[in-house]
């Protein structure tokens, strides 16, 4: 026997159509690649993204079709979201930071039909176009007045004139909730990037599941700046939940670096932000030494690596900003798990605290996890043994886009898939995730695992380091051993002895490192992360002082 309750497909044009009905008069915010600050109601975004889904027809785009987008966080960007997704075609945000020959190959593979890009992208745009068949018009995200003037780019097209042709009378269009909705590269850190197609139903119920009090804790009091790109796992959901809940949403645009950010923190009374760790030592590194404070900041999302324990001490106790820690991947849409408190927790000494919030998290529901060994057996959850962590739930991936043939799941005992995640974890009784390592970082040290993500975490404690990566070098006897790969602040003065001593007391003796080597700088992804397997290469030959 079925309920027999109403059934709405889980569609993301429903969460625009409740904002523009419940919050129409709520607020986008957005800085401008022009310069200027923008703004706009949750109805016009509405009326905007209706003016795209017409705008999208006349260029011919169908149901299913892939639809790009090259851009910074901005209204447009938005708008893009709503209309392209609502009309039911696949939103696929490409990541700019990528190389254009990684972008021609990513959008060949996607098969984009048009590309929206922002004026900043122009350059990469002259240097793809006419190398992706599939691409049938590029359009500027602009008005007529800036306008570029390029000769390399045949079917250019204006953003803002193709709106003004449309009406913004559309009616979104229902259909099944599985649909494809947007889809979004991995960033290749480990490999070549592979699409992640999501759904609207996962899309939907990954925004539910992502703005619960003990996950991102959204709510309309709030006001939302996601740092973190909407071409990184659609801004981990922010233009979703911010429609869902309404939420005020602030978007930065270009201006990424830490006084563009802490003046339009500021300035729109902004209460939480999410991003990785890179951009907020950018931040922090602006407001300390002016000494500066924020007024109506309230939390910020720090996930995408490990959030450094230095950083999260800085927040909680010299900025009063409560720190919360989230893990996922591009395969979980991405949130997997946030470190949000028990009862118990609060009743810890503060230094007590501030080490719990350096884990990982508990599981938001609607993702499972466990760890297992290299035989796929269950590991006990007693917070000490690590395994392989693997997933499975209603936002994880199930297959790789045009990977139908070959699974990434393993099966249970039940025939249940399970994501592996490839990452390394140990989780406490009480459900308490904390990752050690990716399996592909991890060191091997005569047989046993050495965590690099703790030795990292040490090291950007030292008050000299900005940046430390910690990886594995070759060894004769001990196969591999780990090597300390620093980037000092400006202007300090701190040698290897001084590092390999601060260790001293806060790990076991022979986790320490080999070996420090300063270097100027540490090459990050293009989502802000650092490459380890770079690194790896560089110092392949690497000869250890004991070796
Ligand atoms: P890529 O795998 O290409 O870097 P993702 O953005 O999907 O792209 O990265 C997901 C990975 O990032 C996770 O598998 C994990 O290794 C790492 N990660 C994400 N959040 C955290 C975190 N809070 N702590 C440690 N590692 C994290």
Redo the contacts with the bound molecule.
């Keep these: 026997m079925n309920g027999q309750m109403m059934h709405m497909p889980l569609l993301v044009s429903s969460l625009l159509v409740h904002a523009e009905r419940h919050h129409p008069e709520q607020m986008v915010v957005s800085r401008r690649v022009e310069g200027d600050i923008h703004r706009e109601t949750f109805a016009e975004l509405a009326a905007r993204s209706r003016r795209v889904a017409n705008a999208l027809k006349r260029l011919g785009v169908q149901m299913s079709d892939r639809v790009a987008t090259l851009a910074w966080n901005g209204y447009r960007h938005m708008e893009l979201y709503y209309g392209v997704s609502g009309s039911g075609a696949v939103l696929h945000t490409l990541n700019p930071r990528l190389h254009p020959d990684q972008v021609v190959w990513i959008a060949d593979h996607a098969e984009d039909q048009v590309l929206f890009f922002d004026m900043s992208f122009l350059p990469i745009i002259e240097a793809i176009a006419g190398r992706v068949k599939s691409i049938k018009a590029f359009v500027a995200m602009t008005d007529r007045a800036h306008m570029p003037a390029s000769s390399k780019v045949s079917n250019l097209l204006c953003y803002e004139d193709l709106l003004a042709q449309e009406s913004d009378r559309y009616e979104w269009p229902e259909f099944d909730e599985q649909s494809a909705c947007t889809l979004c590269y991995?960033?290749?850190?480990?490999g070549n990037?592979k699409g992640v197609l999501y759904s609207h139903r996962s899309t939907v119920l990954h925004a539910f599941g992502a703005a619960l009090p003990d996950a991102l804790n959204c709510s309309a009091t709030d006001a939302v700046l996601p740092v973190v790109p909407m071409f990184?796992?659609n801004a981990w959901s922010l233009p979703y939940i911010a429609c869902m809940v309404g939420a005020k949403l602030v978007f930065p645009g270009p201006g990424l670096d830490g006084k563009s950010l802490y003046e339009l923190m500021e300035q729109e009374h902004v209460t939480v932000s999410a991003g990785v760790p890179t951009v907020w030592q950018g931040l922090l590194g602006y407001m300390e030494p002016q000494g500066l404070k924020f007024s109506t900041m309230k939390r910020t999302v720090?996930?995408?690596?490990?959030?450094p324990p230095a950083m999260l001490k800085t927040f909680e106790q010299q900025y009063g900003v409560h720190v919360l820690?989230?893990?996922?991947?591009?395969?979980?849409s991405?949130l997997g798990?946030v470190m949000a408190f028990k009862p118990e927790h609060l009743r810890l000494s503060e230094e007590e605290r501030l080490a719990v919030q350096a884990k990982?998290g508990r599981a938001v529901f609607g993702v499972d996890m466990k760890i297992v060994d290299a035989q796929g057996q269950e590991l006990p959850r007693d917070g000490s043994v690590s395994g392989d962590l693997l997933v499975r739930g209603h936002w994880i991936i199930d297959t790789y886009f045009k990977q139908q043939d070959s699974s990434p799941l393993v099966k249970d005992g039940a025939g249940r898939g399970w994501f592996p995640?490839?990452?390394v974890a140990k989780i406490t009784s009480d459900g308490v995730m904390q990752?050690t390592d990716?399996s592909k970082?991890v060191i091997k040290s005569g047989g046993e695992w050495i965590g690099s993500?703790d030795l990292e975490n040490i090291a950007m404690a030292h008050p000299a380091v900005a940046m430390a990566a910690c990886i594995a070098a070759k060894h004769p006897k001990w196969d591999e051993r780990p090597l300390l790969v620093v980037v000092k602040k400006p202007a300090a003065e701190v040698s290897r002895e001084d590092i390999l001593q601060f260790f001293e007391g806060k790990i076991a003796k022979w986790w320490t490192p080999d070996d420090v080597v300063f270097v100027e700088s540490i090459p990050l992804?293009a989502?802000g992360?650092m490459m380890k397997v770079k690194l790896r290469e560089q110092f392949a030959d690497y000869q250890l002082p004991t070796a």
Excluded: F, L, N
């Design positions: 991995t960033s290749g850190t480990t990037p990184h796992v720090i996930g995408g690596s490990a959030c820690h989230a893990w996922g991947m591009t395969e979980m991405p798990t990982q995640t490839g990452d990752i990716r970082d993500i992804g989502t992360k």
